[in-house]
């Protein structure tokens, strides 16, 4: 084995990582509570685009925790996300993970209106009636029917996470969300993923 | 609304975003079949980066295609890329996804032997006694003991997709599995993930 492993032990990896990161990041300054989110959007990357691209709405830290810590229910736009959302401490606070992209309604009002999956999903989600987190980590589509929604007065989310990825409309689907007096956490450009969107849930989950 | 939107159609939005990625992508060679692995990548993570990075061994997509087409099932370690792993396309062939990362043996084993749960989970996998394609998305650790299990002669997978992402041994992980005479597709460097290792095997399952 001519490859060189370093020690350290289980319990260690994650705060070896975060020091590996503070110490590659150098001086750099962060908005009120949003230092944890960009160190973990970083760690779960090992992309430091990270550091750049995220954006925060003003006093957004303290008002997701108000509604996740409430027991406000997160709709995401991937079962991967869904997955990778910590649904225990969620849970702890009484809130839930909904994912409809696979719901046999959304894929038919889908296929009726010639939208997307979710886009039509977001519609499901805004029927609900109920105060919600978005975490979205794949479709655009999905963010500008959100913008349609909050501009018809349909839907307040409690919190947008806009982390959609690619090449189609996400940058300025992105652009449409900063610009809605919502709170949100954007992860501008064409970067983000359903890992990110999980991540920067778990970030504000995780958080003391 | 002062932000532009591109009008596409929800089913072109996909074949819209590879000829965005050939574009920019430019002149490239690719060693054969690997091209469409390479594109969905950047496809997942709008990070040209993958370009680069993923190293493929001689004729590992032939090799990968035969094993998933003959019912040969996939582990993984995270349950995030086990949502994100197209099972209806696997399951025709008759393979499964298999994440052993929650389960209460493994944590035990993890904790008895003072290693990672990814780690036992690769042991739990080798105890399997049947073909196996690895798709590791998160965990360095699970990458070493599958090192270590492939030289002590107690498992030989079908093919070792090499993705964890991150810092602490993540880079020397992928270099070890590389000196094995095993197929494999590694994204070199930090860089990874289990949308990432999600991505591979299904680029693999949607060729044609």
Same mark, same amino acid.
Not at 40 to 57: K, V
Not at 114 to 127: I, L, N, V, W
Not at 177 to 184: G, N
């Given at each position: 084995?001519?490859?060189?492993?370093?020690?350290?032990?289980?319990?260690?990896?994650?705060?070896?990582?975060?020091?590996?990161?503070?110490?590659?990041?150098?001086?750099?300054?962060?908005?009120?509570?949003?230092?944890?989110?960009?160190?973990?959007?970083?760690?779960?990357?090992?992309?430091?685009?990270y550091? @750049?691209? %995220?954006? &925060?709405?003003? /006093?957004?830290?303290?008002k997701a $925790?108000?509604? *996740?810590?409430?027991?406000?229910?997160?709709?995401?736009?991937?079962?991967?996300?869904?997955?990778?959302?910590?649904?225990?401490?969620?849970?702890?606070?009484?809130?839930?993970?909904?994912?409809?992209?696979?719901?046999?309604?959304?894929?038919?009002?889908?296929?009726e209106?010639?939208?997307?999956?979710?886009?039509?999903?977001?519609?499901?989600a805004?029927?609900?009636? @109920?105060? %919600?987190? &978005?975490?979205? /980590?794949?479709?655009?589509?999905? $963010?500008?029917? *959100?913008?349609?929604?909050?501009?018809?007065?349909?839907?307040?989310?409690?919190?947008?996470?806009?982390?959609?990825?690619?090449?189609?409309?996400?940058?300025?689907?992105?652009?449409?969300?900063?610009?809605?007096?919502?709170?949100?956490?954007?992860?501008?450009?064409?970067?983000?993923?359903?890992?990110?969107?999980?991540?920067?849930?778990?970030?504000?989950?995780?958080?003391?």
């Amino acid at each position: 084995m001519k490859v060189e492993l370093e020690k350290v032990a289980p319990k260690e990896i994650e705060a070896r990582s975060f020091e590996i990161i503070t110490q590659e990041l150098g001086p750099h300054s962060f908005a009120p509570g949003t230092e944890a989110i960009v160190k973990r959007c970083i760690h779960t990357s090992a992309d430091f685009d990270y550091a @750049e691209n %995220l954006c &925060f709405s003003e /006093g957004v830290v303290e008002k997701a $925790l108000e509604a *996740l810590r409430g027991g406000v229910s997160i709709v995401t736009d991937t079962q991967m996300a869904k997955a990778g959302i910590n649904k225990k401490i969620l849970g702890g606070y009484g809130g839930q993970v909904h994912c409809f992209m696979s719901d046999e309604d959304v894929a038919q009002a889908a296929r009726e209106k010639g939208c997307t999956r979710a886009a039509a999903s977001m519609e499901k989600a805004a029927a609900m009636g @109920e105060d %919600l987190v &978005f975490a979205i /980590g794949n479709a655009p589509t999905a $963010l500008v029917r *959100l913008y349609e929604l909050i501009k018809d007065g349909k839907i307040r989310p409690r919190l947008i996470i806009g982390a959609p990825v690619g090449f189609v409309n996400v940058v300025s689907s992105k652009e449409l969300i900063m610009e809605l007096d919502v709170p949100y956490i954007v992860a501008k450009g064409r970067k983000g993923g359903s890992n990110i969107a999980a991540c920067i849930c778990n970030a504000l989950l995780y958080m003391k």
